[in-house]
């Protein structure tokens, strides 16, 4: 079978709220049979950059909101817990990991901390989602 026909009961994606997540999401909603479970995972749910996101989820009761940060444990272990509410003992089923960060800078003025952040949720993250 081709990747046309996959079919999935549940898919997480990680950076959702703009850019290529949010078309992710979007393309998920609008397949002929979509996934029972669309779980849109970002930094802050309730914030302005997630808005359409908010719009969306307000039309469709099987795409859940979960707040996430890649880079936190305890926020991906209480996401999973969320995930876990709903699909129970069947799991999830497709994580796409999206999430990302870039602070554009020139090399004089990159810090440590921000690229030790960059690293943490672009590299450290989808290994810890994965885990």
Not at 26 to 54: E, N, T, Y
Not at 70 to 79: E, F, M, R
Request: with cysteine.
């Amino acid at each position: 079978s081709n990747m046309g026909e996959l079919c999935v009961c549940s898919i997480l994606v990680t950076g959702a709220n703009r850019d290529l997540g949010l078309g992710l999401i979007q393309h998920f909603r609008r397949m002929p049979k979509p996934p029972q479970w669309i779980f849109a995972g970002c930094r802050d749910p309730k914030g302005q950059r997630a808005q359409v996101l908010q719009n969306l989820a307000s039309k469709h009761p099987n795409l859940v909101i979960i707040a996430l940060e890649v880079d936190n444990l305890a926020s991906i272990k209480a996401a999973a817990a969320k995930v876990g509410e709903h699909v129970g003992g069947s799991g999830l089923n497709l994580l796409i990991n999206n999430a990302g960060m870039v602070k554009s800078k020139m090399l004089d003025a990159e810090t440590l901390e921000d690229m030790t952040k960059t690293y943490t949720t672009n590299t450290a993250g989808p290994l810890l989602m994965s885990q």
